[in-house]
């Protein structure tokens, strides 16, 4: 049972990248799926999340407009679109999976089961 995130890499600022988080062992049809960062000195902060029973979405206000979570269940594949980067979103991305996903609470990490390797984002100025 893992998650695997890939997609990470040097942009400047105004570009755009997509994280890519595989699923293998289980599938993701009844996990909720969300992406957390975390800069260096900085808590883990949740930047999306997206439910599995209606696919409802959630963002914090820095992220929300710019980036867009999306999942693929037929690929067992979920995905984060980040457009508009600025500096301040480089971090270390990672992937986390649970399937008592708590909605009202998605920005809590400790709830999530499962987590993915990280990938690491940088914006340059």
């Known amino acids: 049972v893992q998650l695997q995130a890939s997609g990470g890499g040097l942009v400047q600022a105004g570009g755009s990248l997509r994280l890519s988080c595989a699923a293998s062992?289980?599938?993701?049809?009844?996990?909720?799926v969300g992406w957390f960062r975390q800069a260096p000195g900085k808590e883990r902060e949740g930047v999306s999340c997206?439910?599995?029973?209606?696919?409802?979405?959630y963002y914090p206000e820095s992220v929300k407009g710019r980036f867009t979570i999306s999942r693929d269940n037929a690929k067992n594949t979920f995905y984060l679109q980040m457009n508009s980067l600025k500096p301040e979103d480089t971090a270390v991305y990672y992937c986390?999976?649970?399937?008592?996903?708590?909605?009202?609470?998605?920005?809590?990490?400790?709830?999530?089961?499962?987590w993915g390797q990280g990938t690491l984002v940088t914006v340059s100025s």
């Open positions: 986390a999976a649970d399937r008592s996903l708590i909605r009202s609470s998605w920005r809590d990490w400790r709830q999530y089961d499962i």
């Open positions: 062992g289980f599938s993701l049809d009844y996990y909720g």
């Open positions: 997206i439910s599995s029973a209606d696919g409802s979405t």
